[in-house]
C-alpha cells in the first residue's frame, strides 16, 4: 500500500523534480554524468563476478563508506565494489581518495529506475550508510532475496518523528532491513520501534577514518607566516556561530596578543553573513581564497576545499561547530588525528555517543557559551600538559574503537 502511494507521488511530481535537477545543472549542483547516472540514462561496465554496493550520500557518509569498503578489500582484495554517493563533492573526494572502487552516483528512487540499475548491476548485498532509507531501493532489493544493511545508523528526531507518524504505512519497508548497525542506542530503539527487527548498537564507524591530508608546501606556508601564534580552528561553523569566536575573543584580547582564529564554514553560501558579522565588529580579517593574510590579523576565514587536516595541523585547539546551535554538532573523530585539543558546544545530539565517550575518557571539553569557550581556551594554552592529555586521550579512545569497528565489519561481512 505504501508503496503505490510513494510512487504516485514520485510519478506526480516527477516534472517538478525534473525542472529542480535540470535548474541545479545550471547552478552546476549537478553535472551531465551525474544527471546520466541519476536517471540511468548511462552505465559503466559491469566486472564479472560478485557485486558488493556501498552507498554513501554525501562527503561525511561517503568517507564512511570507503572505510567500509577498505576493510572489506583487506579481507577479500579481489572484491568487487560499487560505490554509489549522490554530491559531487563528495563523488570528486572519492574519486581522489580510492581508484579501487566502481564509482558512480546513485539513481533516483523511481521505481521504474531502481529496478533497471538493480537488474544491470546485480548486486549480492547493499551497505548505506547512516541514515539512508529510500523505499524502492529497500523493496526492489527484499524482492531480489538481496541483504538490505544499514551501517552506522542514525535516526534524527525529525525522520524519527515522520516515519513514526506515517508506521502504519511504512513498517513492511523497515522490517526488509535486514541488519541495521547503530551508531548509538537512541538509534538502534526508533529503528526497531519502526520495524526493523535486527538492529543493534555497534559504536561509530567513524572512528576507523583515514587522517586527512595535508599539502607539506602550503604548511610551511602558513607555518611562517604565522610563527608564535596560537592558533585555534573553528570547524563546519553554521550561520552566526562565529558570533561565539567573536565574544569569546573578546574575553580573551587582555591575556594573549598571539591568537589567531581560522574559521571553517560548512557552507560557503555563509561566508558573506561571515564577513558582515566582522566588519559590524569593526574586526580586520582575511579570506583563504584572496592570499591576503596579514601579520597583524586574528581571523582567517577558509573558504577553501579539502584543506581541513592542515588547520587542524596547525591548531593548538579545534572547536565543533554546530554544536552552538540548534545543528547538532559534527563529526569532533578527525581531529583526534591531529595535535589539537578539541571543544565543543552544549548542543552534540547528533553525536551524543562520541560525546558520552569523549566526556568519560576526558578526551574533549564540552562548554555552555562564548564565557566558557575563552575560559577553556586561556586554561589549555597555559597550561600545555593537561592540552596534550585530552589530545592522547582522545587518540587512545579513537584506537580503541577503530579496532571494534574493524572486527564488527569482518564480522558483518563473513556473515552474510
Not at 524502492?136 to 525522520?159: A, D, H, W, Y
Not at 607555518?223 to 580573551?252: A, D, G, R, V, W
Not at 548542543?347 to 564565557?371: A, D, R
Not at 581556551?377 to 600538559?385: A, G, H, T
Request: with cysteine; charged share 25%.
Amino acid at each position: 500500500m505504501f508503496l503505490l502511494f510513494y510512487n504516485f507521488i514520485l510519478l506526480s511530481f516527477s516534472v517538478f523534480i525534473l525542472v529542480f535537477f535540470f535548474l541545479r545543472l545550471i547552478f552546476s549542483k549537478e553535472n551531465i554524468q551525474s544527471i546520466s547516472e541519476k536517471f540511468c540514462l548511462k552505465n559503466k561496465k559491469r566486472p564479472k563476478g560478485e557485486i558488493i554496493w556501498i552507498n554513501g550520500v554525501s562527503i561525511g557518509e561517503a568517507k564512511s563508506g570507503l572505510t567500509i569498503a577498505n576493510e572489506i578489500l583487506k579481507i577479500n582484495s579481489s572484491a568487487k565494489i560499487l560505490f554509489s554517493t549522490s554530491t559531487i563533492s563528495a563523488y570528486k573526494e572519492i574519486k581522489k581518495l580510492d581508484k579501487r572502487v566502481i564509482l558512480i552516483f546513485l539513481p533516483i528512487d523511481f521505481n521504474f529506475l531502481i529496478k533497471k540499475f538493480v537488474k544491470y548491476w546485480d548486486p549480492s548485498f547493499a551497505f548505506f550508510m547512516e541514515s539512508e532509507i529510500w523505499p524502492n531501493i529497500i523493496n526492489e532489493l527484499s524482492q531480489k532475496k538481496r541483504k538490505f544493511i544499514i551501517l552506522n545508523g542514525r535516526m534524527s528526531n525529525k525522520s524519527f518523528f515522520w516515519w513514526q507518524n506515517s508506521n502504519f504505512l511504512t513498517k513492511r519497508i523497515f522490517k526488509q532491513i535486514s541488519f541495521c548497525a547503530a551508531q548509538d542506542k537512541i538509534s538502534m530503539e526508533r529503528f526497531k520501534k519502526l520495524g526493523t527487527t535486527n538492529a543493534k548498537f555497534t559504536g561509530n564507524i567513524k572512528f576507523l577514518s583515514n587522517k586527512l591530508l595535508v599539502d607539506n608546501k602550503k604548511l610551511t606556508e602558513l607555518e611562517n607566516k604565522l610563527k608564535k601564534k596560537n592558533i585555534i580552528t573553528f570547524f563546519s561553523t553554521h550561520k552566526n556561530e562565529e558570533k561565539i569566536l567573536i565574544e569569546c575573543s573578546k574575553y580573551l584580547k587582555e591575556t594573549f596578543k598571539d591568537l589567531f582564529f581560522i574559521i571553517v564554514p560548512r557552507h560557503m553560501k555563509n561566508l558573506n553573513m561571515i564577513v558582515k558579522n566582522f566588519k559590524i565588529e569593526n574586526i580586520s580579517y582575511s579570506v583563504r581564497s584572496n592570499n591576503n593574510l596579514k601579520k597583524n590579523q586574528n581571523f582567517y576565514i577558509a573558504d577553501t576545499f579539502g584543506e581541513l587536516g592542515l588547520f587542524f595541523k596547525l591548531s593548538k585547539i579545534s572547536i565543533v561547530g554546530g554544536s552552538f546551535n540548534d545543528t547538532g554538532g559534527h563529526n569532533p573523530i578527525e581531529a583526534s588525528h591531529f595535535s589539537s585539543a578539541v571543544i565543543f558546544g552544549p548542543n552534540m545530539q547528533n553525536f551524543e555517543e562520541i560525546k558520552k565517550q569523549i566526556l568519560t575518557t576526558k578526551s574533549g571539553v564540552q562548554v555552555k557559551n562564548s564565557k566558557e569557550l575563552a575560559d577553556q581556551i586561556m586554561y589549555l594554552i597555559q597550561n600545555e600538559s593537561k592540552r596534550k592529555k585530552i589530545i592522547e586521550n582522545f587518540k587512545k579512545l579513537r584506537i580503541s574503537e577503530a579496532k571494534k569497528s574493524s572486527l564488527l565489519i569482518q564480522k558483518i561481512y563473513r556473515e552474510i
